[in-house]
């Protein structure tokens, strides 16, 4: 699957994409700072060049066990020369290159990874390049975060399983309704959200009648860690008999703890 992103770089839009987990971004967009009318002119152009043929081989050979040295090798002597020509799709299907992709249809144009993308922004501005990188780098940490909340969430789920299950076989007799036991679930998931967050499920669909989802889906990083340790030292009290009351009351006391631990540990990260 295909995935794409959009990086604006000095009000102009450069298209990205990612193939298997590998991201290119469009030497056509790129391109187009120089020559709006004739990106692909421009592309043709810096192929021409032979400190561009050398830096394509050198990358290829680097990273590309099929890369084909004997073509890449014929490219390289007649590279520079007046009547030398070379258009992307060439360069890929002659030496079975990896760096570039052309690519048709509506996100059609030429593509590079990062590192032939920076090399080909370089030539075109050295302004534009150095703007076009510190843009790419915040959409990859844009990512890593997400990345990051998506890990956790997924560790809350996993948690919430060990939790029902503590509810399950110590807190529901034997022989109720489903609805019954629902109502007991829901109680104990109220637990740590009043905890953690000061309310429960209903009254935060209350206060927020216009959002999708719960509060978690809206949790940051933290708030959905705390929780997460929370469900295992619920499920550990649950076995171990303590009251609904006396668990509501510790876990809080951990959660603010918690959070003033994590909180403080971002403050510090942010002074590095």
């Keep these: 699957m295909v995935k794409r992103n959009l990086i604006s770089v000095k009000d102009v839009t450069i298209r990205t994409i990612q193939k298997e987990g590998v991201d290119y971004i469009s030497l056509t967009d790129i391109a187009k700072q120089k020559n709006s009318v004739d990106p692909n002119g421009v592309i043709a152009n810096w192929l021409r ?72 922004a370089n030539w075109v501005s050295v302004e534009f390049e150095l703007y076009l990188l510190m ?52 109680e104990e998931a109220d637990v740590l959200n009043v905890a953690m967050f000061g309310m429960t499920a209903k009254q935060w ?13 809206y949790a940051t990083i933290n708030e959905l860690i705390c929780p997460a340790n929370m469900e295992n030292l619920n499920s550990v009290l649950i076995n171990d008999g303590v009251p609904q009351g006396e668990r509501l009351i510790k876990l809080n006391q951990i959660a603010i703890h918690q959070m003033q631990v994590l909180e403080n540990n971002e403050s510090r990260k942010l002074l590095k």
């Design 49 to 120: 060049n032979r400190n561009t043929i050398e830096y394509l081989g050198l990358w290829e050979t680097l990273h590309n066990p099929n890369f084909n040295p004997l073509e890449f090798e014929g490219f390289r002597k007649q590279a520079g020369l007046n009547a030398f020509t070379l258009s992307p799709t060439q360069w890929i299907e002659s030496t079975n290159a990896i760096g570039m992709i052309a690519q048709a249809g509506r996100y059609g144009g030429t593509y590079a990874i990062s590192d032939i993308a920076f090399k080909f």
């Design 135 to 186: 843009e790419y780098q915040r959409m990859k940490g844009a990512e890593q975060k997400q990345i990051a909340w998506t890990a956790k969430r997924e560790l809350s789920k996993l948690n919430y399983h060990i939790h029902t299950d503590a509810i399950k076989n110590n807190l529901i007799p034997e022989k109720v309704t489903q609805t019954q036991a629902s109502v007991i679930y829901a």
């Design 205 to 217: 669909r209350e206060a927020n009648p216009d959002l999708k989802g719960n509060i978690r889906d």
